[in-house]
């Protein structure tokens, strides 16, 4: 290698790395264990009756209000989403502001009960990460330094009628930088199922095809002054940022109109201050390929 | 791979890598604080990677997130920065570098998809294929930046880059 490099390398190497670090990747290891997804065709076995307790001791065990049941308002006619719990926490300047929220009317109670189960286990999850945050920032900073953290959670209904319903579920968190992830449920009213892209379309079709050729005609149609995507679709973008297309997996929506909306998450397909960018799918493109109860207009 | 199995894996390359990965954070970042919130940005998202998306090789895919997530910190804050009225360039439009200047300032002064592939080269000791994979760019990109990239940082071309 040649000398100038040999030196750059030594001085490169000689970067000195806080002690910090070790601790920081060691307990990050320990907290984020996978976390297991809704698995539908797994029967659940926690009896209603049995997680309410559990959910009721653990209110009990933190320092938080949890308000009596109170209802979302703008819902449709037979599904509702109850607020069960409102945490609003303030430390050092570090704010909470979780509600977990449960379905109740469902046909399928199954399905009811693993939605719950999951929204209650998400909820807490989160409460539970802001509580270890603080402690954390406060062992670090101590008791007087200012924490600049906001963790939120809203829940939105998207559609509610007869034909479908679609909760989103919007998990926020700020802490210099920041972050939002969203879930969406979508239940088929008429089959009482949840709602999968491929449970939408006839076998065989290739629908994702279809809708990926349009999200990424859409977003290189955005464009900024330079004439490139506003969105990570351009030749010279990093190959793991250039979005390619979504999976059979991947979250979306049935909005009032009926139609399909592909959601990302921040950061998934653009630059954090693209938000948590939409796509409405025209329902032309993709009528050929539906299945015959596809709830889409 | 099973996800237990995969964090295992992972877990147990992050610890032993911590500070291979700072040190690439810190490269883009260039102040402690910044670099150390990339490394726990970078740590979280490839903890909480979907199973779909597991690596064929975790040490390229851990440096991608790493980059990833240091050039977006890196747009944040070129926003915040221009927004509190600072006209801050990023060294991609200053001229080639003095000879005389030091090594250490030439080095930081390169445009960031230049100097990565220094870095990642000669520092962390990466083929040049793997350059590639974990900057998402060709092969001949990289052969042709890390050529402009030698030629401003003054050092004389040989035949070992290639």
Request: hydrophobic share 40%; glycine share 4%.
């Amino acid at each position: 290698m040649h000398e100038r490099l040999a030196e750059l390398k030594r001085a490169y190497e000689a970067t000195p790395v806080p002690p910090e670090v070790h601790a920081m990747i060691d307990d990050l290891c320990r907290r984020e264990r996978p976390r297991p997804r809704l698995r539908l065709w797994r029967p659940v076995a926690l009896a209603a009756a049995c997680a309410l307790v559990v959910f009721v001791v653990g209110i009990n065990a933190l320092p938080a209000v949890a308000e009596s049941l109170e209802e979302v308002p703008v819902l449709g006619p037979v599904v509702r989403v109850l607020t069960i719990a409102r945490y609003r926490l303030e430390e050092q300047g570090a704010s909470a502001r979780i509600d977990i929220a449960q379905i109740t009317g469902l046909e399928n109670q199954e399905l009811e009960d693993a939605i719950n189960a999951e929204l209650r286990a998400d909820g807490q999850a989160l409460l539970a990460k802001f509580e270890r945050d603080v402690a954390d920032l406060k062992e670090r900073f101590g008791e007087q330094e200012t924490i600049r953290m906001a963790f939120e959670t809203y829940y939105e209904v998207k559609r509610s009628d007869e034909e479908v319903f679609s909760l989103q579920v919007e998990y926020f968190w700020a802490a210099g930088g920041s972050d939002t992830q969203r879930e969406y449920y979508n239940v088929n009213q008429r089959t009482g199922e949840l709602v999968t892209l491929d449970a939408l379309f006839a076998a065989g079709g290739d629908y994702l095809t279809v809708i990926n050729d349009y999200l990424i005609a859409q977003m290189k149609a955005e464009t900024r002054e330079d004439g490139k995507s506003l969105y990570w679709v351009n030749d010279d973008d990093l190959e793991m940022d250039r979005f390619t297309g979504i999976e059979a997996d991947h979250d979306f929506y049935i909005n009032e109109a009926g139609r399909l909306v592909i959601a990302f998450d921040k950061y998934e397909v653009a630059p954090g201050y693209l938000g948590t960018p939409e796509f409405e799918i025209p329902t032309e493109l993709i009528t050929d390929l539906l299945a015959e109860d596809a709830p889409i207009r | 791979m099973t996800r237990d199995a995969f964090h295992e894996e992972l877990s147990t390359y992050l610890k032993a890598e911590g500070d291979r990965i700072y040190r690439l954070a810190y490269s883009y970042m260039e102040n402690e604080q910044d670099a150390l919130d990339v490394v726990q940005t970078a740590v979280v998202k490839a903890l909480s990677a979907s199973p779909m998306r597991q690596p064929r090789y975790l040490k390229t895919w851990v440096y991608r997130i790493v980059v990833h997530t240091a050039l977006d910190s890196l747009r944040a804050r070129k926003r915040r920065v221009l927004s509190d009225d600072w006209a801050l360039g990023d060294g991609a439009d200053d001229p080639p570098l003095d000879a005389a200047l030091d090594l250490r300032q030439a080095l930081s002064r390169l445009p960031p998809d230049l100097r990565a592939i220094v870095i990642l080269r000669y520092f962390h000791d990466l083929e040049l294929r793997e350059v590639a994979e974990v900057l998402g760019v060709n092969l001949n990109t990289v052969k042709t930046r890390l050529y402009r990239a030698l030629r401003l940082l003054n050092v004389e071309m040989e035949d070992d880059h290639a």
